[in-house]
């Protein structure tokens, strides 16, 4: 579903949710929604359960915070991608929700722009992301030269690192 694409606002999100998306929650497997500046943990608490749910593009989606991860952590637990580019709110809290959620499939995490995002959640990506290919921690200002050489040390499989405009 490419709610981007198809220029959803937040009513047409709700009015899905309240029909069709429900009853085809088990066979969604993608989920475009950046940009959508209307997405916010409230409309993401009212998502159903997403079983087959392998990517989830939430990058410029600024009113998605820590809860609606962790609501996120409780309905999508076999992604392969996920993307967060240029979110301001979360925090290593709701990242490492996400991640701790997650089957080991992932593929591929976008945390570009996310500020507040530490060493602890690069931590958490490496014992739970073994299988990571692409990561990207660009204008991640708080993750270090320790979690960047974790990720090199420790993810055998990644083939794309973006470290653009790092603090250090």
């Not at 981007?4 to 088990?26: E, M, P």
């Not at 660009?138 to 960047?148: A, I």
Request: hydrophobic share 40%; aromatic share 6%; proline share 2%.
């Amino acid at each position: 579903i490419n709610f981007a694409a198809l220029g959803v606002d937040r009513i047409t999100f709700q009015r899905l949710l309240r029909s069709s998306l429900t009853q085809s929650s088990a066979s969604i497997c993608e989920i475009n929604a950046c940009f959508c500046q209307w997405l916010s943990s409230a409309e993401l608490r009212a998502l159903p359960k997403l079983p087959s749910l392998h990517t989830l593009n939430l990058d410029g989606c600024q009113s998605v915070d820590d809860d609606g991860l962790l609501l996120l952590a409780k309905r999508c637990q076999k992604l392969r991608s996920f993307s967060l580019y240029w979110n301001v709110k979360v925090t290593d809290k709701g990242v490492c929700q996400i991640l701790r959620a997650q089957t080991e499939q992932l593929h591929a995490l976008n945390f570009s722009g996310c500020k507040h995002l530490s060493d602890e959640s690069v931590q958490r990506l490496v014992s739970r992301a073994q299988q990571l290919e692409i990561l990207d921690l660009t204008r991640c200002p708080k993750v270090t030269e320790v979690g960047v050489r974790l990720v090199c040390e420790c993810l055998d499989r990644l083939r794309v690192l973006r470290l653009y405009a790092m603090a250090q």
